[in-house]
């Protein structure tokens, strides 16, 4: 179930049925949007079959942050071939800004000039990062966050308490991907009333005990998800308060927070050492 969107929706439709597809297409918004979902329901449209494990279908993602140039190349020797059973090969990348300069560079020649009938999806949050050329060859579809009611109604739907429904929704911030994890997994509620706490009470220690949390979440696989929550506390405080200069402050912390995981998501960046220094903002 694709959760909103229905524009972009019916604009694939439209173009499927008409047999007019374009050979690239860049889905650009926020993370957790839907976008991969819709790109694989596109290609499935398309195909007429389940695209995972279909010889024509390839799913690019960053290795380690990146998407190197030997990636690239695999992905232009299997779209300079001829489709095995479907209409046309298909390509998602996902992450598409993670791509290193020379692999976008690489990518340039089967964008231009493809050797197969394709169509070829770039999928990304920051398209600032791709190069001009590339963005230039493809046509743009852009995602925004989904409406409160239509993450309600899945909601809803799925059986979830309207208490909580309420939290989530407040939560997701437009996102349905946010919504979706919370269905599949309730507990992460209350994981994430442990991690505000944990802030709350890390903010009101020594810088000492501060960098020592910042070490603790480096070494963490969801070091992401807990500053996403962050986010999410923060922005409900700017809400709530009415003195200035603690609004300012709370603007300041926020902005820090954007700062780090943008720098997390497109660089190499030590990460305990951008933990500190976000953890100096607090």
Same mark, same amino acid.
């Given at each position: 179930?694709?959760? @909103?969107?229905?524009?972009?929706?019916?604009?694939?439709?439209?173009?499927?049925?008409? *047999?007019?597809?374009?050979? %690239?297409?860049?889905?650009?918004g926020n993370e957790k949007l @839907?976008?991969?979902?819709?790109?694989? =329901?596109?290609?499935?449209?398309?195909?007429?079959? !389940?695209?995972?494990?279909?010889?024509?279908?390839?799913?690019? %993602?960053?290795? *380690?942050?990146?998407?190197?140039?030997?990636?690239?190349?695999?992905?232009?020797?299997?779209?300079?071939?001829?489709?095995?059973?479907?209409?046309?090969?298909?390509?998602?990348?996902?992450?598409?800004?993670?791509?290193?300069? @020379? #692999?976008?560079?690489?990518?340039?020649? +089967?964008?231009? *000039?493809?050797?197969?009938?394709?169509?070829?999806?770039?999928?990304?949050?920051?398209?600032?990062?791709?190069?001009? +050329?590339?963005?230039?060859?493809?046509?743009?579809?852009?995602?925004?966050?989904? #409406?409160?009611?239509?993450? =309600?109604?899945?909601?809803?739907?799925?059986?979830? =308490?309207?208490?909580?429904? !309420?939290?989530?929704?407040?939560?997701?911030?437009?996102?349905? @991907?946010?919504?979706?994890?919370?269905?599949?997994?309730?507990?992460?509620?209350?994981?994430?009333?442990?991690?505000?706490?944990?802030?709350?009470?890390?903010?009101?220690?020594?810088?000492?005990?501060?960098?020592?949390? #910042?070490?603790?979440?480096?070494?963490?696989?969801?070091?992401?998800? +807990?500053?996403?929550?962050?986010?999410?506390?923060?922005?409900?405080?700017?809400?709530?308060?009415?003195?200035?200069?603690?609004?300012?402050?709370?603007?300041?912390?926020?902005?820090?927070?954007?700062?780090?995981?943008?720098?997390?998501?497109? +660089?190499?960046?030590?990460?305990?050492? %951008?933990? *500190?220094?976000l953890m100096m903002e607090f």
């Amino acid at each position: 179930m694709i959760i @909103g969107h229905k524009k972009q929706q019916e604009f694939f439709k439209k173009i499927v049925e008409a *047999e007019n597809i374009p050979h %690239a297409l860049l889905f650009t918004g926020n993370e957790k949007l @839907g976008k991969k979902k819709i790109a694989f =329901k596109l290609v499935s449209s398309i195909f007429k079959e !389940n695209i995972f494990q279909h010889p024509d279908f390839s799913l690019v %993602a960053p290795k *380690e942050k990146q998407i190197q140039i030997n990636q690239i190349r695999d992905i232009n020797w299997r779209l300079s071939l001829k489709p095995v059973k479907a209409p046309l090969l298909s390509v998602v990348i996902d992450q598409a800004h993670s791509m290193t300069k @020379g #692999a976008q560079n690489c990518f340039l020649k +089967t964008l231009e *000039e493809p050797k197969s009938k394709s169509l070829i999806i770039l999928i990304t949050e920051y398209p600032k990062f791709l190069l001009p +050329t590339i963005i230039s060859r493809c046509q743009m579809v852009k995602f925004y966050p989904v #409406a409160n009611s239509e993450i =309600k109604n899945y909601l809803r739907v799925k059986k979830i =308490k309207q208490e909580q429904i !309420n939290e989530i929704t407040q939560i997701c911030l437009g996102r349905p @991907g946010v919504a979706v994890d919370f269905f599949k997994n309730p507990e992460k509620l209350e994981e994430r009333q442990e991690k505000i706490e944990k802030l709350v009470k890390i903010m009101k220690s020594p810088i000492n005990l501060r960098f020592q949390y #910042a070490k603790e979440l480096s070494e963490n696989n969801d070091l992401k998800e +807990t500053l996403s929550i962050w986010l999410s506390y923060f922005r409900k405080n700017l809400i709530s308060r009415s003195d200035t200069f603690l609004m300012s402050k709370t603007r300041e912390i926020l902005h820090s927070i954007q700062r780090t995981i943008f720098l997390l998501s497109t +660089t190499n960046i030590n990460t305990r050492l %951008a933990l *500190e220094v976000l953890m100096m903002e607090f």
